[in-house]
């Protein structure tokens, strides 16, 4: 019975063989092989009948080596390839098969479509080995810990203006916020954190970078050295303000969640808004608004905890006065103040040296002291100063015909002297 077969045999099928042998040869009942193998008496009974007709080919599944009922003919798998080439060329296996079935109405296995790449010698696609890192454990509930940053990327691959994404994650529910500015510094990260907290609530905690904008790096003035302050730039004082702890990181590694949000948005997001042909800054804004809620119901978890530690917003809070940024200037005597390059009039007449001007979100300015605002008007036209010349009247007594000044020089070497005094 020994044939080429048993090369093939898997090692399930060369411990049925033995057991079937021992039947064969009216050593086992073919109710203990039953029990030995797993299977009823009836199945016992057909592979036996098998056996003796066909040898150990017997064992062999029907279907080994016949094509799969699931194969793709070679026609369906050159239109995919075809597909693939002209449109997906730089997507990932997983990202082009949702792109196939939602524009293409094709279905098929990502690893599928990774194994024909494999196949026509694209590897890059190939799975990677991570680095070794120390696993943290995740915040039990959402708003426990919310990690921020911006990331700067060619996100309109030239079709548009240079932009960043502001980017909120939570660190229990993968719970994702974002969107698109002209640049990452105060005013985009006040805004995109006042739309955070209109969304979802005011978080306990804000894990951060370095970034200036997240952190002054400023020597503390004498005040703040005599108060044993630190300074602190101005979205991190806004935070404090609304009682946010801030946590900057120390590595990017440290804030992993946001940095692998970027990694998977620079490989999705790019390519999504490419196929929806995004140009400019509020498409892509407006793209976002519909892509977040499919994305966050596709990839967010639930939290370990039910509670949810978002803080609804206070009402009567001036969030304004606090997301905005804010700059001490001297008030002077006349009751002006200079900021920004312009002159500003104070109407108000009050006890200080110095006040609080706010530059505000929508793109107005306030002038502030101690909670309370100023009226002022903006001087467009400073006045010209003009040199006075002061001219002095006061006359002048010309001196005598006799006085020495009139007298040769020689006269005074010639002078007689004063006869002596006896």
């Known amino acids: 019975m020994a044939r080429e077969d048993r090369i093939i045999m898997s090692v399930k099928e060369l411990r049925r063989f033995h057991v079937i042998e021992q039947v064969l040869g009216q050593k086992m009942k073919q109710v203990e092989a039953a029990e030995v193998l797993g299977l009823s008496d009836r199945q016992i009974r057909r592979i036996t009948q098998r056996v003796r007709v066909e040898g150990d080919r017997g064992l062999l599944h029907r279907s080994r080596g016949k094509p799969s009922n699931r194969t793709m003919d070679p026609k369906s798998k050159a239109q995919v390839m075809g597909l693939y080439e002209r449109k997906y060329g730089d997507f990932g296996p997983t990202l082009a098969t949702e792109k196939l079935a939602e524009y293409d109405g094709i279905r098929i296995s990502d690893e599928t479509l990774r194994r024909w790449l494999l196949e026509r010698g694209v590897s890059h696609f190939k799975r990677r080995k991570r680095p070794h890192r120390q696993w943290r454990e995740r915040k039990g509930h959402r708003g426990e810990l919310i990690q921020m940053d911006g990331s700067h990327h060619d ?27 002209e640049y990452e510094g105060t005013i985009p990260a006040m805004d995109s954190f006042k739309r955070y907290i209109r969304r979802d609530g005011i978080p306990m905690s804000v894990y951060l970078d370095k970034h200036s904008t997240y952190k002054a790096w400023a020597e503390p003035t004498i005040s703040e050295q005599l108060e044993g302050r630190k300074p602190k730039s101005q979205f991190e004082r806004a935070l404090e303000q609304f009682g946010v702890k801030v946590i900057h990181a120390n590595s990017p590694q440290a804030k992993g969640r946001i940095e692998r949000l970027f990694g998977t948005f620079q490989d999705r997001l790019i390519k999504e808004m490419r196929l929806a042909g995004v140009s400019s800054l509020d498409q892509a804004n407006r793209f976002l608004s519909g892509y977040l809620p499919i994305y966050n119901r596709r990839f967010s978890l639930k939290a370990a905890e039910g509670a949810n530690l978002h803080r609804p917003i206070p009402e009567g809070l001036d969030w304004d006065g606090i997301l905005c940024i804010k700059t001490e200037r001297p008030l002077r005597n006349d009751f002006t103040v200079t900021h920004n390059g312009g002159l500003y009039q104070v109407h108000d007449n009050v006890r200080t040296a110095r006040v609080i001007v706010e530059d505000r979100l929508d793109g107005t300015m306030r002038i502030m002291h101690q909670g309370r605002r100023l009226q002022y008007h903006t001087i467009l036209v400073r006045p010209l100063r003009e040199a006075i010349k002061t001219i002095k009247t006061k006359t002048r007594t010309p001196p005598a015909p006799d006085h020495p000044w009139h007298r040769p020089f020689k006269h005074w070497r010639e002078r007689t002297p004063p006869a002596p005094v006896t």
Not at 161 to 173: F, R
């Open 155 to 181: 996100w309109l691959e030239g079709r548009g203006p240079a932009c960043v994404l502001m980017g909120y994650i939570d660190d229990a529910s993968n719970r994702v916020y974002a969107r698109f500015y």
